[in-house]
Nanobody, 122 residues
Framework: QVQLVESGGGLVQAGGSLRLSCAAS????????MGWFRQAPGKEREFVSA????????DYADSVTGRFTISRDNAKNTVYLQMNNLKPEDTAVYYC???????????????WGQGTQVTVSS
C-alpha cells in the first residue's frame, strides 16, 4: 500500500497562490505516475493535472492550464502543484493520487490521499 499525505491547502484571495505538496511512502515512488484531482461541493471529482514517472510529460485540465504547474521530486517522494492566479471556481478539495501502471494519466489511479481543502475568496 502506498500512503499519500497532502498538505498546503488553505484560504486565499482571488489572484493569490498556493503550493500543494503530496508526500508518498514506499520505495518505488519513481515508478508511479502522479496526479492531482479536485472535487467541489455537489460535483464529481475531476482531473486537474498529472505527471509521468520521470516528470518528462505533464498534462492539465483546460480550466487550469497556464495557471497551475505540476512537478515532482523523486528523491523526496513528493509531488507538487503550484497554483497561481487562483479563482473562486478553483475552490475544492484537492486529492493526490498515484498510478502504478503505465497508461493514460487521466485514469486508473491506484492510491489516493485524504484530500486538502483549497478555498479561494473573491
Amino acid at each position: 500500500q502506498v500512503q499519500l499525505v497532502e498538505s498546503g491547502g488553505g484560504l486565499v484571495q482571488a489572484g493569490g497562490s498556493l503550493r500543494l505538496s503530496c508526500a508518498a511512502s514506499g520505495r518505488t515512488f519513481s515508478s508511479y505516475s502522479m496526479g492531482w484531482f479536485r472535487q467541489a461541493p455537489g460535483k464529481e471529482r475531476e482531473f486537474v493535472s498529472a505527471i509521468t514517472r520521470s516528470g518528462g510529460i505533464t498534462d492539465y485540465a483546460d480550466s487550469v492550464t497556464g495557471r497551475f504547474t505540476i512537478s515532482r521530486d523523486n528523491a523526496k517522494n513528493t509531488v507538487y502543484l503550484q497554483m497561481n492566479n487562483l479563482k473562486p471556481e478553483d475552490t475544492a478539495v484537492y486529492y493526490c493520487a498515484a498510478k502504478i501502471r503505465v497508461g493514460n494519466i487521466h485514469y486508473d489511479y491506484d492510491y489516493w490521499g485524504q484530500g486538502t481543502q483549497v478555498t479561494v475568496s473573491s
